[in-house]
């Protein structure tokens, strides 16, 4: 009897030959059993942006402030620079001084170097590379940048400025005083001197905030520099911007009237939000919560004027996308982002811990590879490389004690920014409001 045509629906044999088709059955059955896995991962690629706010975050303070932690200031308007630029096509002309300190960081001065080096590849922008000489050009060797650094150099993009003895991680920011030539001193003199717009620094931000006091000065009007972070909220190209987280422990209500100011105007001029909504964390929403601090604040902000104050920010609105700057002492923000770069840590490990194992696990993991590296790519701290210090007369960028190439890149990215966006023109504007 001749076998039955294997198309008729009559067929004797199973569905299928080879046990490919069946594997794949399997797989989608797997797919949709673990439907939570994959609902998890999707949201997660917002959630876990909260976290990778604070992953590369910036710094270790002196007294304090030692280890205070920032969040880097990557976000639209400034994605259109975050891609590879064609250096071809960045118009000479437009390329601005930027100062960077090239001793300051862990791994100082080679993977400065290098990101300076690409840096000037991507953006338009010119550097002015503070650091000793010797030890720069032992680096360059051992990292074989020589031919890049003498290219970038015979072209204009990059000058070699040096200094003398630089400060350690560890010396207490009074070093600024003892040690007037450290690499940090300079590149913030270049700033003074008009030879640069911006400055950069991985190192001890004790003494960068210091460098930067006793260098540029304090702007008229404002007590207390502070420091930037943005957050990521449910939008992802909508930041909040949180001050201080840092460089402030103890405030007063003047002090916290101040940062709004501050905020307002960086989120307006750089960030481009029309009219920010100044938040003031707190534990209610009512006028009444709160401590002495955050009630008399809240009338100092209710009273402005050059700015629209939204009302209290309880914690759990902060990355909701009611606000657009939220203000708070730098003891709050600090442990605000180090709970945040918990959460991340946390979140992957969920993630792990529900993805199965063997080999069913590992083909359906195939599935989630993109989502994973998305989440990846936004906690690690090489993608966010500083945060703005509010307050002192120049635009300083202050990165993470462990920079290395791309967090360079990114750091620079901030400091062209907001060097092009005249964010000191404005500041220099709000003293008058100040007096």
């Known amino acids: 009897m001749p076998p039955k045509d294997p198309d008729s629906s009559q067929a004797p044999w199973p569905r299928s030959k080879t046990p490919r088709p069946r594997a794949i059955r ?166 003074k001197n008009g030879k640069a717009l911006a400055i950069y620094s991985a190192g001890n931000s004790g003494a960068v905030m210091a460098s930067a006091i006793f260098r540029l000065g304090r702007l008229k009007g404002i007590d207390r520099p502070a420091i930037g972070a943005l957050f990521p909220t449910k939008d992802p190209a909508q930041p909040v911007l949180v001050l201080d987280v840092g460089a402030n422990m ?3 209500p003047a002090y916290l009237h101040q940062f709004a100011l501050l905020g307002n105007i960086y989120s307006r001029d750089v960030l481009q939000v029309d009219r920010p909504r100044i938040g003031l964390l707190n534990i209610g929403e009512e006028e009444c919560k709160g401590n002495e601090l955050t009630q008399k604040t809240h009338d100092l902000l209710k009273e ?52 199965p194992r063997g080999r069913r696990g590992k083909v359906g993991s195939a599935f989630l590879r993109g989502n994973l590296r998305r989440i990846k790519k936004r906690l690690d701290h090489a993608e966010h490389g500083g945060a703005l210090l509010l307050g002192v007369n120049g635009i300083s960028v202050i990165g993470h004690g462990s920079s290395k190439a791309l967090s360079v890149v990114s750091a620079l990215r901030i400091a062209h920014s907001a060097a092009s966006h005249g964010v000191m023109d404005d500041l220099a504007n709000l003293q008058q409001g100040c007096d």
């Open 250 to 252: 103890d405030c007063k």
């Open 26 to 191: 399997r797989l989608v059955i797997w797919y949709r059993r673990n439907a939570a896995v994959t609902t998890i991962v999707d949201s997660a690629a917002s959630s876990a942006t909260a976290a990778g706010s604070v992953a590369g975050t910036v710094v270790s303070g002196a007294g304090t402030m030692a280890s205070s932690v920032l969040q880097p200031l990557v976000f639209d308007p400034l994605r259109r620079l975050q891609g590879n630029a064609d250096p071809e096509g960045i118009n000479d002309s437009e390329r601005l001084w930027v100062a960077v300190d090239g001793m300051g960081g862990d791994h100082a001065p080679g993977p400065i170097l290098e990101g300076c080096l690409e840096a000037i590849e991507r953006l338009p922008l010119k550097i002015r590379f503070v650091g000793e000489t010797d030890r720069v050009l032992k680096a360059a060797n051992a990292l074989e940048l020589r031919e890049p650094l003498e290219s970038a150099r015979a072209a204009g993009y990059l000058d070699l400025v040096a200094s003398g003895p630089s400060i350690g991680m560890n010396d207490e920011p009074t070093a600024v005083r003892r040690k007037r030539d450290a690499s940090i001193n300079v590149a913030m003199d270049l700033v």
């Open 304 to 355: 402005e004027k050059r700015l629209h104050f939204a009302g209290n920010c309880e914690g759990r609105d902060v990355l909701s996308g009611d606000f657009d700057v939220v203000v708070c002492d730098g003891f709050t923000g600090n442990v605000l982002l180090k709970f945040l770069e918990s959460v991340g840590s946390v979140l992957l490990g969920v993630l792990r811990a529900e993805l």
